[in-house]
């Protein structure tokens, strides 16, 4: 695998996910939880597939705003 200070730590590959996961958690939380430690980078990314998961399914919000917060987050880098 993957090791997790590549994709957990800030400024990783998964940070465009972070804005979309503070409309769910605090993000206080989310960044706690943001570093290359393997158990806190596993919570890290439960967090987001939690957040992504409640918007969609419990929240009922459409795929397509998630996209469009996505792209706008990685555009602003």
Same mark, same amino acid.
Not at 19 to 46: C, S
């Given at each position: 695998?993957?090791? /997790?200070?590549? %994709?957990?730590? /800030?400024?990783?590959?998964?940070? /465009? #996910?972070?804005? #979309?996961?503070?409309? $769910?958690?605090?993000?206080?939380?989310?960044? +706690? +939880?943001? @570093?290359?430690? !393997?158990? &806190?980078g596993m &919570?890290f %990314? &439960?967090?987001? @597939? !939690?957040? $992504? %998961?409640?918007? #969609? %399914? =419990?929240?009922?919000?459409? $795929?397509?705003? #998630?996209?469009?917060?996505?792209?706008?987050? =990685?555009?602003?880098?």
């Amino acid at each position: 695998g993957i090791a /997790p200070d590549r %994709w957990a730590s /800030p400024g990783g590959v998964f940070e /465009p #996910l972070v804005p #979309l996961a503070a409309r $769910v958690m605090d993000e206080k939380h989310i960044r +706690a +939880a943001q @570093n290359g430690e !393997y158990l &806190t980078g596993m &919570t890290f %990314w &439960t967090i987001l @597939n !939690y957040a $992504v %998961w409640r918007r #969609l %399914w =419990i929240q009922g919000e459409p $795929v397509e705003r #998630l996209h469009g917060e996505l792209e706008e987050a =990685i555009a602003r880098g």
